[in-house]
C-alpha cells in the first residue's frame, strides 16, 4: 500500500543575485495507492523538481509530502521505501548487469541468497535473464533501460519515481518499452510516478495525468477526460498532436441563435457560424465580447465527405498545405486571420490554394474566456 499526498508542496531555489526562482508553486496532489500518475508538461515546469522533492532529493522549500499519511519531510531518501529511476541512468561499466541490479542491495547489507532472488526475479520479469553475466558496453539502449529499471525493482519499493527513462531511446524503442513499462506496472501492482514531456507517453501510459506549467498544475484528470474536457486553454493546446484550433472573436446574437464571429479585417473571408445550444448556453455572459472558440482537428471536416453537413456549422478557407500521413491528411488552411489544421480522409485531394468547406463538429467545439483562459462551463 502507498498513497502519495502533496499538500502545498513548495520549491523555491535562491536566485544568488538575480531573482529567486519559484519551481514548485504550492501544489496539492494525491496520487492513489497503485496509480500510474503521470507528470507532463513542458521544459523547465517543475517536474523533476517535484519528483526529486518526494524521493528526498531536494529539499522542501514549503508544504508536506506524506506517504501512506505520515509526513516524509525529514525522512531521509534511503528510508523512504522508494525506487527513482533516472533519464541518465548511469550503470556501473565494470560491473556486470547482475553486480548493477544487485549492488543497492548488497549496500544495504542483505543475505546473499535473498540478493539472488530479487535480482533472478526482477530479470525475468524484465527478460533480461540471459544479459546477466554482461557488461553494459555489451547491451543496446533499451536493454541498459532495462537493467535500470531492474535496478528499482529489486528494491520492492512501495513507489517507483521514474524521471523521462525513456528519453534516450530511439523512436521505435520508446514505444517498445511504453508498452513494457505500462505491463510492469500491472505486474508490480506498484505506485508509480512517471515524469514526461511527452503527450503521446503520458495519454497512453497514465491511469491519470497532472498537467503541470511554470510550477502549478493546471489539470489532473484520466486521459480522455483531459482531451475531451480540458479545463483551460493551456491544458487544450498542449494535449492533442497536431493541436487544438483556437480562434479569436466575439459572439453576437441573431434572433434565436449565437454566431460565432472571427477576428478578422477582410468582410469576404471573416468566419461566421452557428453554435449550437448547448454552446450557445456556455456563452450566454459573453454575447459581444471577447471569445475563444476552440476546435480539434479530427472535428472540421471537408463537407463533401460530411452524410448530412449542417450549413449553419459549415466555413470556407483557403488550403495552404495538404500533409499526407499515410493514414490521414492534415489539411493546413488558412481563414485570413487564422492559419488552422483539420485532419481529413487520406484518400481525399485538394488542390493548394483552392477555397473549400469545411463542416464543424459543434459538440467537440470549445468555449474559453481569453482573459482567464479557463473553458466556459
Ligand atoms: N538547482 C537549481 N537551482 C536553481 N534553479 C533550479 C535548480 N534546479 C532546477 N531549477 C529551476 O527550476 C525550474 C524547474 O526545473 P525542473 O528541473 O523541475 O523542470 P522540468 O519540468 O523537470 O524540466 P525538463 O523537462 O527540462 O526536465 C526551472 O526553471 C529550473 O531552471
Ligand atoms: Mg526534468
Redesign the pocket.
Known sequence: MATVRLEKLAKI?PGGKGPD?R?VNSIDLTIQDREFMVLV?P????????LRMIAGLEEISDGTVSIDDKVVNNVLPKNRDIAMVFQNYALYPHMTVFDNMAFGLKLRKFPKNEIQDRVNEAANILGIRELLNRKPKALSGGQRQRVAVGRAIVRHPKVFLLD?PLSNLDAKMRVSMRTEISKLHARLAATMIY?T?DQVEAMTMGDRITV?KD?DIMQVAKPLDLYNHPENIFVASFIGSPPMNLFKGKLVREGNSVLFVEDNNEEETRLRFHLDDNLARKGAEYIDKPIIFGIRPEDINDTLTVASPDPRHTIKARVEISEPMGSETYLYLDSGANSFIARVRSTDRFEINSRINLTLSMERGHLFDPESDKVLK
Open positions: 531555489f526562482v519551481a508538461g521544459s523547465g515546469c517543475g517536474k523533476s523538481t517535484t523521462e515524469v514531456h503541470m510550477g
